[in-house]
Nanobody
Framework: QVQLVESGGGLVQAGGSLRLSCAAS????????MGWYRQGPGNKRDLVAV???????NYADSVKGRFTISRDNAKNTEYLQMNSLKPEDTAVYYC???????????????WGQGTQVTVSA
């Protein structure tokens, strides 16, 4: 099994910045893609950004130029640097990882518990 623990959420004023972290642990063999998703009130969970194990990235149009995803493969950790935050960025942010483990060599998707980000106007 893989456990994902997020940190770094909170309350910030519009225009401010936050940095989210997500650390993966467990009987991990390899982590492929890692990503960040968010779910606002009454909305479905949407992709924010994704990063491959080789560093290829992709972003939702709404966050391009403001958010940066990165990862430290040695630490099995990913980050989301969020700048120029807007009230519409308010949501619960979830990290994800596609990983194989010693008990399940096939890749499966794992999720963190979510961290609240609130941006005030």
């Amino acid at each position: 099994q893989v456990q994902l623990v997020e940190s770094g959420g909170g309350l910030v004023q519009a225009g401010g910045s936050l940095r989210l972290s997500c650390a993966a642990s467990g009987s991990i063999v390899r982590i492929a893609d890692m990503g960040w998703y968010r779910q606002g009130p009454g909305n479905k969970r949407d992709l924010v950004a994704v990063i491959s194990s080789y560093g290829w990235t992709n972003y939702a149009d709404s966050v391009k130029g403001r958010f940066t995803i990165s990862r430290d493969n040695a630490k099995n950790t990913e980050y989301l640097q969020m700048n120029s935050l807007k009230p519409e960025d308010t949501a619960v942010y979830y990290c994800s990882a596609r990983a194989s483990t010693y008990s399940n060599i096939n890749f499966s998707d794992y999720w963190g518990q979510g961290t609240q980000v609130t941006v005030s106007a």
